[in-house]
């Protein structure tokens, strides 16, 4: 099977801008999970989606919002872009909801100017 | 209190020898307990899962878990220079695919 994956992989956008990053799980799985990674914070969960509903969110601001399609593909979206967001952002996909493995894409480097 | 400790490292270890990897967690209800390996500049690799107390084994890796002192480890035997990296432990302590993520120990294997 195909693994996990994000476009695009790098992005440079400028403060106040929006982004939308896509991930495309793992044909079959059903669950998919955003992460931020930067080098002072590591890794942190920011949402959850599994059959096109949010099941779980993190402590982030409103700006980050994510949807999930029928066919599993799942998108993030931040808005009024701050610096702070520079960051590597990485989807993971699960066939189960709960407690099940998680199998990481490549990620989009964010960088924002 | 952070969710999940380890130590950042780095460690150093000589090929061939065992390198040890510890993790503490906070969450008396943590259900699952993952290894990932994370090279620079790439996306965290699955290396273990772990659910149940005890040893888990798969090759050269031995993953241990002790819910009653809420720890978790991973060992790594004849370690090799391709095993040089950091590597993260992760609890799922809902359940719901939400992984709480150490800052990851960096490992560096001497030949």
Redesign the interface.
């Known amino acids: 099977k195909a693994g996990v994956t994000q476009t695009p992989r790098y992005l440079i956008k400028t403060r106040g801008q929006q982004v939308t990053l896509s991930c495309s799980p793992i044909s079959g799985h059903r669950s998919v999970s955003w992460y931020q990674q930067t080098p002072g914070q590591g890794l942190q969960f920011l949402f959850e989606y599994f059959s096109e509903t949010q099941r779980n969110k993190g402590n982030f601001p409103g700006r980050f919002s994510g949807r999930q399609f029928s066919n599993s593909r799942s998108e993030m979206n931040v808005s009024t872009l701050e610096l702070g967001d520079s960051a590597l952002y990485l989807c993971a996909s699960s066939d189960e909801q709960g407690s099940d493995t998680q199998y990481f894409g490549p990620g989009t480097r964010l960088t924002v100017l | 209190q952070k969710e999940v400790e380890q130590n950042s490292g780095p460690l150093s270890v000589p090929e061939g020898a065992i390198a040890s990897l510890n993790c503490t967690y906070s969450d008396r209800g943590s ?2 307990f ?1 290894w ?1 390996r994370q090279y620079s500049g ?5 290396i273990m ?1 772990i ?1 149940s107390n005890g040893d888990k084994e798969d090759g050269r890796f031995t993953a241990q878990l002790n819910k009653a002192s809420q720890y978790v480890s991973l060992l790594i035997r004849d370690s090799q220079p391709s095993d040089s990296a950091t590597y ?1 432990c ?1 609890v ?1 302590q ?11 120990t960096r490992l560096t294997v001497i030949p």
Do not use: C, M, R
């Open positions: 259900q699952s993952f990932y790439k996306s965290p690799e699955l899962s659910y993260l992760a799922d809902t359940g719901a695919n939400n992984l709480f993520f150490g800052t990851g």
